[in-house]
T-cell receptor, first 110, second 117 residues
Framework: DAKTTQPPSMDCAEGRAANLPCNHS???????VYWYRQIHSQGPQYIIH???NNETNEMASLIITEDRKSSTLILPHATLRDTAVYYC???????????FGQGTRLTINP | GAVVSQHPSRVICKSGTSVKIECRSL??????MFWYRQFPKKSLMLMAT?????????EQGVEKDKFLINHASLTLSTLTVTSAHPEDSSFYIC?????????????FGPGTRLTVL
């Protein structure tokens, strides 16, 4: 599976949009981009995934560049409860396991 | 979404004893379960993949005789840490998958914090 690169930490003001970048320059054609988050001392929580097109659900939006070498997770109106470590993971369609990198520690400030 | 539970949530044991952690898929049948370990301020490290009714596949560097994994049913997998030592103290997390290769089918448990004295 392709490797991902994320900034180690980010801050965002409560109520503002949080934009979390992820680079995956070696992604191949059949690999999906997944986002999970982990709130302190809990198991990871699935957020969203995508292949080529931008995706949106009740939690977030995922913007994937046309060349698929990078993506951005957008939390439109961040709240204090969104403070967590966010993981961007690339995984092939036929693969099962998720390989976690270091993620981005997002802190939402009041 | 599907729910995965773990028991116990916390366990403290003496060095040299064995500890069993259970992972259950509560409302779906899990063909595959995964076990992860996480040290403080570190990322999750995959330990092993287990498919129901077959032997687990361990990641490189994980001792299979020390971390015994059993996946006897489609809703239950267990991880037994044998002869635990203080360096085994960690946060152990399981996840369960319904279908192989699907997009978002992997669901995580809340984790078990193991402290070995």
């Amino acid at each position: 599976d392709a490797k991902t690169t994320q900034p180690p930490s980010m801050d965002c003001a409560e109520g503002r949009a949080a934009n979390l970048p992820c680079n995956h320059s070696t992604i191949s054609g059949n690999e999906y981009v997944y986002w999970y988050r982990q709130i302190h001392s809990q198991g990871p929580q699935y957020i969203i995934h995508g292949l080529k097109n931008n995706e949106t659900n009740e939690m977030a939006s995922l913007i994937i560049t046309e060349d698929r070498k990078s993506s951005t997770l957008i939390l439109p109106h961040a709240t204090l409860r969104d403070t967590a470590v966010y993981y961007c993971i690339v995984r092939g369609q036929g693969a099962q396991k998720l390989v976690f990198g270091q993620g981005t520690r997002l802190t939402i400030n009041p | 979404g599907a729910v995965v539970s773990q028991h116990p949530s916390r366990v403290i044991c003496k060095s040299g004893t064995s500890v069993k952690i259970e992972c259950r898929s509560l409302d779906f049948q899990a063909t595959t379960m995964f076990w992860y370990r996480q040290f403080p301020k570190k990322s999750l490290m995959l330990m092993a993949t287990s498919n129901e009714g077959s032997k687990a596949t361990y990641e490189q560097g994980v001792e299979k005789d020390k971390f015994l994994i059993n996946h006897a049913s489609l809703t239950l997998s267990t991880l037994t840490v044998t002869s635990a030592h203080p360096e085994d103290s960690s946060f152990y997390i399981c996840s369960a998958s319904q279908l192989a290769g699907g997009p978002n089918e992997q669901f995580f448990g809340p984790g078990t914090r193991l402290t070995v004295l």
